[in-house]
């Protein structure tokens, strides 16, 4: 039923892209729908083929293959022109993940502990702390030496390109870790809903759903932007991150909420990780094929939300245990964000 939802929100979003005479405001709405509707099948195809092929190789498709929307959306962007929304968009989904998210599984499993407290292993949280960490390093460097006009800020393009394959080896060191550790969450203990030929066709169905999807979504965002006062930073790190995250992530509150504590975190910390880690950096070298170039220099501002962020998710999920009150705290921090993005 979800999917034939989907394929409709997918029609709709192309029809309302080349209809004359049609709002770019409809033709937004519904290209966001189907953006987010895309991203869940993507993530619910490479869940099915997991149960096949087991949690490895899932754990490689997932680092390859999960934020297929989040990447198309910012080659166009970048296509376009539009550096603030490919930039924000990738900060936000590693921010909507890492404070919106996560906060929601963290309320939703200590709920549902009897003394309050969700627990969970603490070697992934504290391993993705790291890699975030690592790519705020990058990152902060950058802002500092933009800031102070030195000789290296003349350089920033470099500079990212030789971080990007630095960042990519750390992380590929850590996939091959995670991979072979046998530290991978505990399967979700529920049958496969499709065959392994079905899953592969669906997942291949929505990669080029996803290309078309956010080749439409970019189109339609300026125009909307500028009916509705709404800021390039707003619609980067709130809308696209929500649409292509949240959803997809729901799974992680529900398990959450059924007690799956080890899984629900491992969903979203391993999808931070990989943003910040494998897919910011990928799209940096990706985007020397692209009308612009994309570095990790970014807005003071963003840099200041990106570093907290990583402190503050260390701080709560380090020790393996968290509060209603930690989460509450996650979700509240991600609403003082988006309020600035909304002024930026």
């Known amino acids: 039923m979800l999917l034939v939802v989907v394929a409709a929100l997918i029609v709709l979003a192309g029809v309302t892209r080349y209809a004359s005479g049609v709002s770019r405001i409809v033709a937004f709405v519904f290209a966001t729908l189907a953006l987010a509707g895309v991203a869940w099948v993507v993530s619910m195809s490479i869940e099915q083929v997991g149960h096949r092929l087991g949690p490895a190789i899932t754990g490689v498709m ?57 627990r969970f292993n603490p070697k992934l ?63 979700a203990g529920e049958p496969a809903r499709l065959s392994l030929t079905a899953s592969l066709v669906l997942l291949g169905l929505a990669g080029v759903a996803s290309a078309f999807v956010s080749d ?31 959803v997809e992530h729901a799974a992680g509150v529900v398990l959450a909420a059924k007690g799956r504590s080890e899984l629900a975190i491992s969903i979203v910390k391993n999808s931070m990780s990989q943003i910040a880690a494998f897919l910011y950096p990928l799209l940096v070298l990706v985007s020397l094929l692209t009308a612009t170039r994309l570095t990790f ?8 939300a990106l570093i907290g962020t990583a402190v503050i998710v260390w701080q709560i999920t380090g020790d393996g245990e968290a509060t209603v009150f930690e989460g509450v705290a996650l979700v509240a921090t991600f609403v003082i964000l988006a309020t600035f993005a909304a002024f930026e």
Do not use: C
């Not at 376009?80 to 993940?97: D, W």
């Not at 979504?217 to 707003?234: D, G, K, R, W, Y």
């Open 62 to 118: 997932q680092a390859t293959l999960a934020n297929l929307p989040e990447f198309f959306v910012v080659i166009f962007a970048l296509g376009a022109g539009e550096t603030v929304i490919a930039q924000t968009a990738i900060l936000g989904s590693i921010l909507v993940n890492a404070l919106l998210v996560l906060g929601m599984v963290i309320i939703a499993g200590a709920t549902r502990s009897k003394d309050g407290v969700m």
């Open 125 to 187: 949280p504290n391993d993705t702390a790291t890699l975030l960490l690592v790519a705020s390093f990058m990152i902060v460097l950058i802002g500092l030496t933009h800031s102070a006009g030195d000789a290296a800020s003349s350089h920033s393009e470099t500079i990212s390109i030789i971080g990007a394959g630095v960042i990519l080896a750390v992380y590929g060191s850590w996939l091959r870790q995670y991979l072979t550790s046998g530290s991978i969450a505990e399967a």
């Open 216 to 246: 439409w979504f970019v189109n339609a965002l300026h125009p909307t932007i500028e009916q509705l006062h709404i800021s390039q930073a707003f619609a980067g790190l709130v809308i696209v991150s929500i649409a292509g995250n949240a």
């Open 297 to 304: 220099t970014l807005a003071p501002v963003y840099i200041g």
